[in-house]
């Protein structure tokens, strides 16, 4: 279940697969830890494969790893696929 703070929506890396495959049409995504980031590897429905890294959060009501869904929806615009 995503987390609400200060206005912002944190996801964990399986809910942002989800998230990801959902809204931006794709047909597969990965997240992988990568260097205190998360790296996100994903090919869209027409083919055209891409990958970023974004920064993994701990939240004081978890203890796993979040990304903030802003990060993930600046990161897809700007590749061009939003």
């Keep these: 279940m995503p987390h609400k703070l200060r ?3 944190y996801l964990d890396r399986s809910e942002v ?3 990801m495959l959902a809204a931006f049409d794709l047909k597969w995504c990965m ?3 990568a260097s205190s ?3 996100l590897t994903f ?3 027409t ?3 891409g990958t970023f890294k974004a920064p993994g959060y701990v939240l004081s009501a978890s203890r796993t790893i979040h990304l903030s869904k802003i ?3 600046l990161q897809m615009k700007l590749l061009g696929l939003q």
């Design 7 to 9: 206005g912002s929506y």
């Design 17 to 19: 697969v989800d998230y």
């Design 31 to 33: 997240t992988r830890w």
């Design 37 to 39: 980031m998360v790296n």
């Design 43 to 45: 090919e869209t429905s």
């Design 47 to 49: 083919g055209k494969r």
């Design 71 to 73: 990060d993930v929806d």
